[in-house]
């Protein structure tokens, strides 16, 4: 009669761990979960093919991070002098919350831990044409100052810009990890 209890208590147990695993499973699709945490960086563009005035970078810049999934984002201009046109070396200072993974205690302070997948973002598509190869060099230096700031895995980058010359064949793409559900944006 002992063994009997003792084994439907094993039994009731192992599925009650059983049922809690695949119902955090079902919840992160992957076993992935992430917290927000904050991020600040002040950037400067110098490029030689395409030039930004300093609201075309910001918006330039904003677009980038959304697409990337960051959150509570701010961006504002930095160092412009000219009204209008086109600025010799534009800046932005972000303020912004990027998911990173809930074990990597980057993030303790952000908040619960969200539910959260990988997902690629394409920056720059390889078959892009003249126009947006434009923005190579952009692409090039938002790839070494803001890419590292988000979590990411198998970033696809190729260039082939050429100061003050239109080529073909830059490309920037990465997974990143997104929460679940699609946060709000806020400026």
Same mark, same amino acid.
């Given at each position: %009669?002992?063994?009997?209890?003792?084994?439907? +208590?094993?039994?009731?147990? %192992?599925?009650?761990?059983? *049922?809690?695993?695949?119902?955090?499973?079902? $919840?992160? #699709?992957?076993?992935?979960?992430?917290? +927000?945490?904050?991020?600040?960086? @002040?950037?400067?563009?110098?490029?030689?093919?395409?030039?930004?005035?300093?609201?075309? *970078?910001?918006?330039?810049? =904003? =677009?980038?991070?959304?697409? *990337?999934?960051?959150?509570?984002?701010?961006?504002? =201009?930095?160092?412009? &002098?000219?009204? &209008?046109?086109? =600025?010799?070396? #534009?800046?932005?200072?972000?303020?912004?919350?990027?998911?990173?993974?809930?074990?990597?205690?980057?993030?303790?302070? $952000?908040?619960? $831990?969200? $539910?959260?997948? +990988?997902? !690629?973002?394409?920056?720059? #598509?390889?078959?892009?044409?003249?126009?947006?190869?434009?923005?190579?060099?952009?692409?090039?230096?938002? !790839?070494? @100052?803001?890419?590292?700031?988000?979590?990411?895995?198998?970033?696809?980058?190729? @260039?082939?810009?050429? #100061?003050?010359? *239109?080529?073909?064949?830059?490309?920037?793409?990465?997974?990143? %990890?997104?929460?679940?559900?699609?946060?709000?944006?806020?400026?």
């Amino acid at each position: %009669m002992h063994l009997k209890f003792l084994t439907r +208590w094993i039994a009731a147990t %192992m599925a009650g761990v059983l *049922l809690g695993t695949v119902s955090a499973l079902a $919840a992160t #699709p992957g076993g992935v979960e992430g917290v +927000w945490a904050t991020r600040h960086i @002040s950037f400067f563009y110098q490029g030689f093919t395409t030039h930004y005035s300093c609201d075309g *970078l910001r918006d330039t810049i =904003e =677009e980038m991070l959304s697409k *990337l999934g960051a959150r509570d984002l701010k961006v504002e =201009e930095q160092g412009c &002098v000219s009204l &209008v046109g086109v =600025e010799p070396f #534009p800046g932005v200072r972000v303020t912004m919350q990027v998911l990173v993974p809930a074990a990597s205690g980057h993030g303790k302070q $952000a908040g619960p $831990a969200v $539910a959260a997948h +990988w997902q !690629k973002v394409v920056l720059m #598509p390889g078959n892009a044409g003249f126009e947006e190869q434009g923005n190579c060099e952009l692409i090039e230096q938002f !790839k070494e @100052s803001f890419l590292p700031l988000f979590t990411t895995r198998h970033i696809s980058y190729s @260039s082939n810009c050429v #100061p003050h010359q *239109l080529t073909l064949g830059t490309h920037l793409s990465a997974e990143v %990890m997104m929460p679940n559900v699609r946060p709000a944006h806020g400026r």
